[in-house]
């Protein structure tokens, strides 16, 4: 859908290869069931070892602190639902459930669900790094019933700042 530079939350995402990156936020299906379904900003396909991985990328320029609550808890609650959302409607417009399934980049169109791999991923701007851990630990925990029943990796659950983002190659 876009080879364009995303810009979120102060940061730049991408550019990325044609075809490996699905605006999900800003997708004629998310447009057409918007209303009262929140979602993450984008998709982005990655394949290591040949194996496909669609990373659901949600960002933010700051949090609350844990102990902030209960500000903190509506957050992790927030971002979960995004990024549950994203997950669920992807795997949907791939499986053609939606009419707008042909915005899909013929690369998601092609991916075999059973063996795809999904990383969750909530990318930080300016966060410390030692304040990743807690954030880290709350999202994993509001995400262990998906995890768990989408049988996803123990590992698919990420928080980045936007350094760690950098070093894996999602923004500039």
Known sequence: MT??????SGMIFGPY??????YIERCETYQSIQDGVKIAEFLLLRHSQNDPTVWIVEAKSSTPRPETQPNF???IAE?????VNALTLSVATCLKRHSTCGELPNSFQMLDLKTTKFRLILVVNGHQTDWLPPLQDALKQALQPMVKTWNLSPTSVVVLNDVLARSQGLIQ
């Not at 080879?3 to 979120?8: F, L, N, S, V």
């Not at 290869?17 to 699905?22: A, I, K, N, R, T």
């Open 79 to 83: 971002i979960r639902e995004k990024l």
């Open 3 to 8: 080879t364009e530079p995303i810009h979120e």
């Open 17 to 22: 290869p044609e075809g490996s990156c699905f």
């Open 73 to 75: 808890d509506n957050f």
